[in-house]
């Protein structure tokens, strides 16, 4: 594998279902971070981790709940969540401190919440 | 704090033809200004990017994109498109008084007419 890679690509749970995303990043960064992507809003960084701790939680609800285990995993745990929160979520990676903060992303999971 | 816009959400260009993507910024010192392209289905790849020196960059797949200070502008080119340029286009701006968040514009989708 190379890159920035997601699993599922695809998801579809009910409101009370909890489900898990996964990105995992081969470029040896250590810096990860979610992102949400819906239609007709701009992209919005939800989650950063830096070295493994978490730098940012951009007031993004409860049940949504980020976890590192390393600086190469990345997952987002997802429980009792909306039909709002039906969207793409992109996972990104970086090197930093670096020159600039050059993100690389994965393909994304397309969520869908019935 | 910083912000980024892309004023147009749609554009229809032909194949052969040049295409010039807008992008203004509002940021309190130099930027480091990226752009990014999302295909369907797919993450964000990144296609060039500007932190210091010549302002007309370079870019993968003959786009360029130039800086203008006076302008707050990051436009990008391309001067005659392919079929496979269809895709949307996202500008960003990173903040390095905020931990180097990248702040995106809210894209704009290029469509292109055989």
């Known amino acids: 594998e190379t890159g920035v890679t997601q699993t599922p690509r695809h998801l579809v749970m009910g409101m009370t279902n909890k489900k898990s995303l996964k990105c995992e990043q081969h470029?040896?960064?250590?810096?990860m971070y979610w992102y949400k992507q819906s239609a007709k809003k701009p992209l919005e960084l939800m989650f950063v981790?830096?070295?493994?701790?978490?730098?940012e939680n951009n007031s993004v609800p409860s049940r949504f709940s980020p976890e590192c285990p390393n600086s190469s995993h990345l997952f987002l745990h997802l429980h009792t969540l909306q039909p709002e929160d039906s969207a793409l979520y992109l996972c990104?990676?970086?090197?930093?401190?670096?020159?600039?903060?050059?993100?690389?992303f994965g393909p994304g999971t397309r969520l869908t919440v019935l | 704090a910083q912000s980024v816009t892309q004023p147009d959400i749609h554009i229809t260009v032909s194949e052969g033809a040049s295409l010039e993507l807008r992008c203004n910024y509002s940021?309190?010192?130099?930027?480091?200004l990226f752009w990014y392209v999302q295909s369907p289905g797919q993450g964000l790849q990144l296609l060039l990017k500007?932190?210091?020196?010549?302002?007309l960059v370079q870019g993968i797949k003959g786009f360029e994109a130039e800086f203008k200070r006076s302008q707050s502008s990051f436009n990008l080119r391309k001067p005659s498109v392919h079929w496979s340029d269809a895709a949307e286009y996202f500008c960003?701006?990173?903040?390095?008084?905020?931990?180097?968040?990248?702040?995106f514009g809210g894209g704009t989708r290029v469509l292109v007419k055989p």
């Open positions: 990104a990676s970086s090197q930093v401190p670096q020159g600039t903060n050059e993100q690389f």
């Open positions: 500007y932190f210091s020196g010549d302002t």
């Open positions: 960003a701006v990173e903040s390095r008084a905020a931990g180097n968040k990248l702040t």
């Open positions: 981790y830096n070295f493994k701790e978490q730098t």
């Open positions: 940021y309190g010192a130099t930027p480091y």
């Open positions: 470029l040896g960064h250590n810096a």
